[in-house]
């Protein structure tokens, strides 16, 4: 359990761009049959999903999100010291797609850029790198970016991963300023790696014919090498045993107990998964906002889609003071924060 504490940043702005085009998990009936469908749909917790055209990237939704984000809060572009993109769908396998956000962005050319490819733990591992980077000599201002366009990594003929995933891009604002606290808790387990990845298509195992070969599982679910294969009773196994233990280890560190959590903001992965979450640590499921039934599991945007989508001019969540993120996916990896949100000037969701 690696624990970085941080005493003098703070996240300024969160803003998040969908696409326009909604698919509802009601029209599965292709491939799942009539009656299960509201079953699913309420073990879930997801209704529609955002699916970007074959044409938009990640990096045009975090490109959107980033603009919002800096006109919003009048921001100037020169100030900005790095950029950090976080996604596992890159434009390309290289060249790394930080740089060409900085261009399309305007920024200087002094800015350090870089990706990092991590699922759903991500929000929270680039908070905690931005952070870093804030700290020190010479960064005072880190965008970081973080999208996904999951959609276009699964199978439409898999009943596992097809009522998932959705996509979306964020922008996170992260400054450095005095006496602000915040503590992260970062975790990986690459010993279980394989229930949840795409087992073709990188150099371990290249683009080949048997990775493309279409595939026929126990449960009818068809998918290739190349698109995203999930073992779902053992990543919700995995999420039940880490992530509520790694909340209580945040709050030990911090010597809170959970009476004095704002709010609980998690992966939007499985609302019975979450919902179990919350029960577990005894906390009120009022302090936990979900973004789940609108928009899917939107991987490493989940958590900053989740705040600007429910958290926008809503009085239910102005107490954000202490603020718990949580996310959890492939690797495996899971992480988790005690950060301030009060100060966090939301941006209005948009679309694209």
Same mark, same amino acid.
Request: aromatic share 8%.
């Given at each position: 359990?690696?624990?970085?504490?941080?005493?003098?940043?703070?996240?300024?702005?969160?803003?998040?761009?969908?696409?326009?085009?909604?698919?509802?998990?009601?029209?599965?009936?292709?491939?799942?049959?009539?009656?299960?469908?509201? *079953?699913?749909?309420?073990?879930?917790?997801?209704?529609?999903?955002?699916?970007? /055209?074959?044409?938009?990237?990640?990096? /045009?939704?975090?490109?959107?999100?980033?603009?919002?984000?800096?006109?919003?809060?009048?921001?100037?572009?020169?100030?900005?010291?790095?950029?950090?993109?976080?996604?596992?769908?890159?434009?390309?396998?290289?060249?790394?797609?930080?740089?060409?956000?900085?261009? #399309?962005?305007?920024?200087?050319?002094?800015?350090?850029?870089?990706?990092?490819?991590?699922?759903?733990?991500?929000?929270?591992?680039? &908070?905690?790198?931005?952070?870093?980077?804030?700290?020190?000599?010479?960064?005072?201002?880190?965008?970081?970016?973080?999208?996904?366009?999951?959609?276009?990594?699964?199978? #439409? *003929?898999?009943?596992?991963?097809?009522?998932?995933?959705?996509?979306?891009?964020?922008?996170?604002?992260?400054?450095?300023?005095?006496?602000?606290?915040?503590?992260?808790? &970062?975790?990986?387990?690459?010993?279980?790696?394989?229930?949840?990845?795409?087992?073709?298509?990188?150099?371990?195992?290249?683009?080949?014919?048997?990775?493309?070969?279409?595939?026929?599982?126990?449960?009818?679910?068809?998918?290739?090498?190349?698109?995203?294969?999930?073992?779902?009773?053992?990543?919700?196994?995995?999420? &039940? #045993?880490?992530?509520?233990?790694?909340?209580?280890?945040?709050? *030990?560190?911090?010597?809170?107990?959970?009476?004095?959590?704002?709010?609980?903001?998690?992966?939007?992965?499985?609302?019975?998964?979450?919902?179990?979450?919350? *029960?577990?640590?005894?906390?009120?499921?009022?302090?936990?906002?979900?973004?789940?039934?609108?928009?899917?599991?939107?991987?490493?945007?989940?958590?900053?889609?989740?705040? !600007?989508?429910?958290?926008?001019?809503?009085?239910?969540?102005?107490?954000?003071?202490?603020?718990? !993120?949580?996310?959890?996916?492939?690797?495996?990896?899971?992480?988790?924060?005690? !950060?301030?949100?009060?100060?966090?000037?939301?941006?209005?969701?948009?679309?694209?």
């Amino acid at each position: 359990m690696a624990i970085i504490k941080f005493n003098n940043v703070e996240i300024k702005a969160i803003s998040a761009c969908v696409p326009k085009k909604i698919e509802y998990n009601s029209d599965l009936g292709y491939l799942i049959p009539a009656e299960e469908i509201d *079953k699913t749909i309420n073990s879930i917790g997801i209704a529609e999903k955002r699916i970007a /055209d074959l044409d938009v990237c990640s990096s /045009d939704l975090c490109f959107r999100a980033a603009e919002i984000l800096i006109n919003d809060n009048n921001i100037d572009r020169n100030t900005i010291d790095a950029l950090i993109f976080i996604s596992q769908t890159p434009d390309y396998r290289q060249p790394a797609t930080a740089m060409s956000l900085q261009h #399309r962005l305007g920024l200087p050319k002094t800015t350090l850029s870089f990706d990092v490819n991590l699922a759903c733990s991500g929000y929270i591992y680039g &908070l905690s790198i931005a952070s870093t980077f804030a700290s020190s000599q010479g960064v005072n201002n880190v965008l970081l970016l973080v999208g996904e366009t999951m959609s276009k990594t699964i199978s #439409r *003929k898999d009943k596992v991963t097809t009522p998932l995933f959705g996509d979306a891009g964020t922008a996170t604002f992260v400054s450095k300023v005095d006496n602000t606290n915040s503590l992260f808790s &970062l975790n990986s387990d690459g010993g279980e790696a394989d229930i949840l990845r795409i087992p073709y298509g990188g150099y371990r195992n290249p683009s080949c014919e048997e990775g493309l070969k279409m595939v026929v599982d126990s449960e009818g679910n068809m998918k290739t090498g190349e698109e995203l294969n999930m073992n779902g009773m053992d990543v919700f196994n995995f999420g &039940l #045993r880490e992530v509520p233990r790694d909340i209580t280890r945040i709050l *030990k560190e911090t010597e809170l107990s959970i009476q004095n959590i704002d709010l609980i903001i998690f992966h939007q992965a499985n609302k019975f998964m979450t919902d179990f979450f919350a *029960k577990k640590l005894r906390i009120s499921l009022e302090k936990t906002p979900y973004s789940l039934a609108k928009f899917g599991n939107t991987s490493s945007a989940s958590i900053p889609l989740t705040i !600007v989508s429910e958290m926008f001019n809503n009085e239910q969540y102005k107490n954000r003071e202490k603020v718990i !993120v949580s996310g959890f996916g492939a690797g495996l990896s899971w992480a988790s924060a005690l !950060v301030n949100l009060s100060n966090t000037k939301i941006s209005k969701l948009i679309e694209y």
